[in-house]
């Protein structure tokens, strides 16, 4: 009875043109990906399915680096931006608020693009950068090559600048927000029995303020890991990060790679779709505690 | 009355097509049978529609401003330029040649390599007409691998060369003395160096791509037997020299080969600092254009290796249903003409170069192509020709990326 009732399909008829985008546009393009790794492209002949190339690509020693290279990345940067990001917004609500000005100004690295964020990492950090150059003015180093190598590096330095610059303030945004919105009572009652600032923090806020610092870090580690013109501008040549090492084998002119392209991408889904799953159950966790 | 008359008209108009079929078949046929005067005169008057790469805009000024009003001059041709690359023209070729349909658009192409490979694997090409022309026959070595084959595919006469590209290394006269000039040389420039020398990310750049296929003819004996590879494994069997040659080198690269410059563009920046000693070009002019934009030094010198540098041809040739073959011909034997590519020569107007061999040319010629002001940087066209070694088969290619990628990036 249920089916014929014209209200139970009305939300669905008014979701119909978000659902078009979805499905089409981005379901569609997945299950092609996931097609494609499968060993099914009729293009080139190939039509018969098979897990023989993500066999190889787990046998590809390349494949292993890249992938705990962005791991690595990933964990990293995500780590020191919750660490920092928190800390930050601590102190950002301790500020009266004339100081208004800072609060405007740590959002500015959210909108500014990737690309130009890459950019300014370059310029600043190569071993012909700004800081190369003044150390080397300033005689602290002899040759400018002896200026650390920050870009392009195996350690992946220069990238990691680049996410703690552009997640550090994302962190504090959200951070604060939940910060501002915790009863302040409690920490006057804190301070009234003798707490100190850190217990304060320690026991108060950073307790109540848990489910976001998780979120966040979730929605950064992910988006790091996914994330291609970074690593692509300022990443070595080996190893390379795993949307970095798709894309090449995507862009040969070899049709035959693209499999091998398709496998590493539905692997990167893969770990994305993970992350989604270990979010949901913080934030069920959180909700069952409360 | 009616139904009978509608009847009329398609038979009618099927067999006007039949007629207009063969025809058109029959004209082809004779086309390459005519003497060339007879095909002059059949381009009198015509219009040619040219169907070219438009994204640089000398080279489509050379087009538009010299080469079309020349052509006006000469054969009162008027030459349509198309700014459709490759794989654009190729689809709508193709899908004209699975309909049938014997009267296109299109006259002229610019092609090479891969893209003329697939023209040629599905029929999509006029031919053989580069013989016909008097300007192939007089200025061109036809012997040459440069001229027989494509990225190493057999020309056979379908398209016709109208420029070229050749490898050039750049380094800086201030820094070091001389430029090496055998590989052993060049080798030791590297060793002695350390540090100050690198190649683009192969894998990611082209120009990375030839300097690793330099290396390969280097270091396993040149470049003949590249040409006939039937075999991946054959083929990775031969390279592993010179791939384990590129992987001892990396302890005297820029950043002892921890990392590649992923562009030749950002090759030229670290040439430019002083971070690096040389530099690349899939061209043998671009260093002279960057001395005088100001990017690089003065001081700044081409040079190529003992055995020669890689360079590729690229051609025009004239699609299956082309309306107006003989105008075409006319305008593909004018571009070769020696008029024609002295203009093209000229780093002002554009900068490629000859197809001619230098010594096809007469005393006379070879001194107005020598008068040239080609830049100081740049290498003379007949030092060029003598250093000059054919590209690999095109499907070689990105095998030799993915064993580089394996064996030394790592």
Known sequence: MKLVNSSFWKPYLLLL????????????????????????????????????YFREIFADP????????????????????????????????????????????????????????????????????????LAYRLGWIE???????????????????????????????????????????????????GASKIQVFWNIYLPLAMPGIASAFIIIFAFSFGAFEIPLLLGPSYPRTLP?????????????????????????????????????????YYQLKK | MKRKGLILVIVLLAFLTLIACSAEEEVTEELLEEDWARIEELAQGSEVNFYMWGGDQRINQWVDDYAASRLEEEY????????????????????????????????????????F?????????????????????????????????????????????????QFTFTYDQARSEEAPYTFAEFVDWIKENPG???YPDPSADFVGSVFVR?????????????????????????????????????????????????????????????????????????TSGEIAAGNFPDTARTFVLENGTIANTHFVAIPFNAPNKAGAMVTANFLASFEAQLTKYDPERWGDLLVFSYDKLSSAEQEKVDSIDVGEATLSQEVLDEHRLPEMPAELIPVIEREWERVVNR
């Open chain 1, 17 to 52: 043109p978000a659902l078009i985008i979805l499905v089409g546009l981005f379901l569609g393009g997945v299950a092609l990906a996931i097609m494609q790794s499968l060993g099914y492209f009729p293009l080139l002949g190939l039509e018969e399915f098979t897990f023989d």
């Open chain 2, 214 to 286: 330099h290396i390969i003819y280097e270091v396993t004996g040149g470049y003949e037997q590249y040409q006939q590879i039937e075999d991946e494994e054959e083929l990775k069997e031969k390279i592993r020299p010179a791939l384990e040659f590129l992987k001892e080198l990396k302890p005297y690269l820029w950043r002892e080969g921890e990392t590649y410059p992923a562009t030749v563009a950002q090759l030229n920046n670290m040439f430019a600092d002083g971070e690096l000693m040389a530099t690349m070009a899939y061209s043998s002019i671009l």
């Open chain 2, 196 to 198: 100050q020398f690198t």
């Open chain 2, 76 to 115: 009162g041709i008027e030459l349509n330029r198309v700014p459709m690359g490759p794989d654009d023209y190729l689809s709508q070729l193709l899908s004209e040649k699975e309909v049938g349909r014997q009267q296109g658009s299109i006259d002229l192409v610019w092609i090479n390599g891969e893209n």
């Open chain 1, 62 to 133: 390349h494949f292993l680096t890249s992938l705990g290279y962005s791991l690595y990345i990933s964990l990293v940067s995500a780590v020191i931006s919750v660490i920092v990001g928190v800390f930050f917004a601590f102190q950002l609500m301790r500020l009266a608020d004339r100081y208004r000005v800072i609060n405007i100004l740590y959002k500015l690295p959210i909108i500014v693009p990737h690309i130009v964020v890459a950019l300014l990492i370059f310029l600043l950090f190569t071993q012909s950068g700004f800081w190369a150059r």
């Open chain 2, 117 to 165: 490979k697939e023209a040629q694997e599905n029929d999509l090409l006029f031919g053989p007409f580069a013989e016909k022309l008097p300007n192939y026959q007089q200025y061109m070595d036809t012997e040459s691998p440069e001229i027989t084959t494509d990225f190493g595919y057999p020309t056979e006469g379908y398209e016709s060369p109208w420029g070229q590209a």
């Open chain 1, 244 to 284: 970095v090492l798709a894309y090449q084998r995507y862009a040969s002119s070899d049709l035959s790679q693209r499999p091998y392209a398709m496998a590493i991408t539905v692997v990167i889904s893969l770990i994305s779709i993970l992350l989604i799953l270990i979010y949901k159950k913080i934030m069920d």
């Open chain 1, 143 to 193: 040759e400018m090559s002896q200026f650390p190598a920050l870009i392009f590096d195996r350690r992946g330095i220069g990238i990691i600048f680049a996410y703690l610059w552009k997640q550090i303030p994302f962190v504090t945004l959200i951070v604060y927000t939940i910060f501002k919105n915790i009863n302040q009572r409690w920490e006057q009652v804190a301070l009234n029995l």
